[in-house]
């Protein structure tokens, strides 16, 4: 299957600070790529969706000055937590979207962050 | 009503096991079903894909789709230890977002 690579796979940062996560496609090109927040024994919840060139789309809820998101190229999504506290701390995962495979969804290995 | 209902588990069986696990939904336009695996700390692993009713067979994984009962089930068959992991299924429409379960967490005892 398509492959998605997601660095860092862990980060510690101290309250306050901004951590950026980069998700890449590495043999597809993605125009959609999406953001999810994952707590421990909980399902993944939806963030945001990326579209290459343009804004991102954010869930009810979330905040888009938090996370800030980028998709300037088909195979690169940012997401950066600026300022993160640590009810920041979580499990961040993308994935991409590969619309030659019908629309299945790859993910990336995910980033766990722990704001101290 | 949550969109889509899975058992949470935790799902514990010896080696060599029939392990069934499933999920209900309630939106009758989803058109495509997936179960991804998910090891502790690792992004979701696309396991199976569906987009009609019956059943679809991939060495001991098999998916099984009922639009009529808006059910899905996968079943592994001759459990192993290395099967141990959270198991989500998934669904959704064209052009829609994808719709989680909560994610089973299953236990294969050697």
């Known amino acids: 299957g398509a492959v998605v690579s997601q660095h860092p796979s862990r980060v510690i940062c101290k309250s306050g600070t901004s951590v950026k996560i980069e998700c890449r496609s590495l043999d597809f090109q993605a125009t959609t790529m999406f953001w999810y927040r994952q707590f421990p024994k909980q399902s993944l919840m939806l963030m945001a969706t990326?579209?290459?060139?343009?804004?991102?789309?954010?869930e009810q809820g979330v905040e888009k000055d938090k996370f800030l998101i980028n998709h300037a190229s088909l195979t690169l999504s940012t997401l950066t937590v600026t300022s993160a506290h640590p009810e920041d701390s979580s499990f961040y995962i993308c994935?991409?979207?590969?619309?030659?495979?019908?629309?299945?969804?790859?993910f990336g290995s995910g980033t766990q962050l722990s704001v101290l | 009503q949550k969109e889509v209902e899975q058992d949470p588990g935790p799902l514990s069986v010896p080696e060599g096991a029939i392990v069934s696990l499933n999920c209900t939904y309630s939106n009758s336009a989803f058109q495509y079903f997936m179960w991804y695996r998910q090891y502790s700390r690792k992004g979701p692993e696309l396991l199976m894909y569906t987009y009609s009713s019956g059943n679809k067979e991939d060495g001991r994984f098999t998916a099984q789709v009922d639009k009529s009962s808006k059910y899905i089930s996968l079943f592994i068959r001759d459990s192993q230890p290395s099967d141990s992991a959270t198991y989500l299924c998934a669904m959704g429409n064209q052009g829609g977002k994808l719709i989680f379960g909560q994610g089973t967490e299953l236990s294969v005892k050697p």
């Open positions: 990326s579209n290459e060139g343009s804004k991102a789309t954010y």
């Open positions: 994935s991409a979207e590969d619309r030659d495979i019908n629309e299945k969804l790859f």
